[in-house]
């Protein structure tokens, strides 16, 4: 199970920090994405991380993105910097199967509004 | 980076008919990596098919796709109330994933 955790509001130019908490399974064999949905739209896909520290962004936004795991806490986290209001989206946590290649397990989803 | 069009972007269908969604990827892509989810009103989404074709656990037999190269299928032979949603396929590679823009089925 997945639960995405975080501040609703952020203000413009600051920056969004979230947490997925994993629970019912482990976190160190599997790579963790990020997915966001702004209002009425479709989904993009933020970036993965591992355990090991690999990572991989979405072109667009790796110069403003960090995903991480905390295997001690069983935590995977997003920060997004200098945030606008075009990053107002629902945030996902969602664990990838290599064997799928698809995401079988999603976080319900984090309202985040960027705003002043 | 290879990007996905889903076509029609909204069908407006009655449950017992038969919907087909595509997927065309800009490129040719391998169909192992192509995924399609289905996603209803504020839910997350959800895995319907993998592999191209592959059902997922718990996913009705109603639901199937197809395709290879550049052009993707899912086929929902027979609409049930509870399949009117939002459909978005992905494919993943070379440490890059890409959604297709959505298809919406809506009732009639």
Avoid at chain 1, 71 to 91: E, F, G, H, I
Avoid at chain 2, 77 to 87: G, I, K, Q
Wanted: charged content about 15%.
């Amino acid at each position: 199970q997945l639960q995405e955790s975080g501040p609703g509001l952020v203000k413009p130019s600051g920056t969004l920090s979230l947490t997925c908490s994993v629970s019912g399974g482990s976190i160190s064999s599997f790579y963790w994405n990020w997915i966001r949905q702004p209002p009425g739209k479709g989904l993009e896909w933020i970036g993965f991380t591992h355990r090991s520290g690999r990572t991989a962004y979405k072109p667009s936004l790796k110069s403003r993105v960090i995903a991480s795991v905390d295997s001690s806490k069983n935590q995977v986290s997003l920060r997004l910097n200098s945030v606008t209001d075009a990053d107002t989206a629902v945030y996902y946590c969602a664990k990838w199967s290599e064997s799928m290649r698809a995401y079988d397990i999603w976080g319900q989803g984090t309202t985040v509004t960027v705003s002043s | 980076e290879i990007v996905l069009t889903q076509s029609p972007g909204t069908l407006s269908l009655s449950p017992g008919e038969r919907v087909t969604v595509s997927c065309r990827a800009s490129q040719s892509v391998e169909s192992r990596s192509l995924v399609w989810y289905q996603q209803k009103s504020g839910q997350a989404p959800r895995l319907l098919i993998y592999g191209a074709f592959n059902r997922a656990s718990g996913i009705p037999d109603r639901f199937s796709g197809s395709g290879s190269g550049t052009d993707f299928t899912l086929t929902i032979s027979r609409l049930e109330p509870e399949d009117f949603a939002v459909y978005y396929c992905q494919y993943y590679a070379n440490s890059l994933l890409t959604f297709g823009g959505g298809t919406k089925v809506e009732i009639k």
